[in-house]
């Protein structure tokens, strides 16, 4: 099995790497898709979540209000600390979980936004960043998500630095062009990962 952790800030483009690779057969574990499925209703993630922040960073039908929460701890590095203590073990058990049914031959691409900011680089066979320009990200993500700019900058602040997520990578995919050229530099990468596999 090789184990490939998947990369970048805010806006780069990561998710479009990851579902490419999973079209040329890879099995995507999705670290954000799990930590939203730990956080749901009825959750112990939930019931830690608001005991530490408040009722406030719930909606009104009961479920995390992810925006709301994310003004909190995105502009204090210490309550970001006390949410991702709360989240990230059970991600890592799911991932986990997901992991145990994956066969010996498998290209696992573990789809992991806080890879380098949490120091996770060594789980992987292989680190794979997808880098955007900032101001790429900031387009990107105001556009696609409704943030104001300076929300988006506090987020990417609140990342590692795109030259250290850069330092970090075993391969760099440059994502600045169109779709078109996204899809050849995935199947090129999907060669690489399977050869290596």
Do not use: C
């Not at 090789?2 to 490419?20: D, M, Q």
């Not at 992991?112 to 997808?130: A, K, Q, R």
């Amino acid at each position: 099995m090789l184990r490939v952790g998947l990369t970048g800030g805010i806006g780069s483009g990561k998710s479009a790497v990851a579902e490419r690779l999973a079209r040329h057969g890879a099995l995507v574990v999705d670290a954000d898709r799990i930590a939203r499925e730990v956080v749901e209703p009825g959750t112990s993630g939930l019931e830690e979540i608001v005991a530490e922040f408040g009722a406030d960073v719930l909606t009104e039908d009961g479920r995390l209000d992810r925006p709301r929460l994310g003004e909190i701890v995105f502009s204090d590095s210490a309550k970001l600390a006390r949410l991702n203590a709360i989240v990230h073990p059970r991600v890592g058990r799911r991932t986990e979980e997901l992991m145990a049914g994956a066969s010996s031959d498998a290209v696992v691409v573990y789809d992991v936004p806080l890879l380098v900011e949490n120091d996770l680089g060594g789980l992987y066979d292989v680190v794979v960043v997808v880098d955007v320009p900032e101001q790429e990200q900031v387009a990107r993500v105001a556009r696609d998500r409704g943030m104001d700019e300076e929300q988006v900058r506090a987020r990417i602040r609140a990342q590692a630095a795109r030259e250290r997520r850069r330092a970090a990578a075993d391969v760099v995919i440059d994502n600045s062009g169109t779709p078109a050229e996204l899809d050849a530099k995935a199947a090129e990468l999907w060669e690489r990962l399977r050869k290596q596999a």
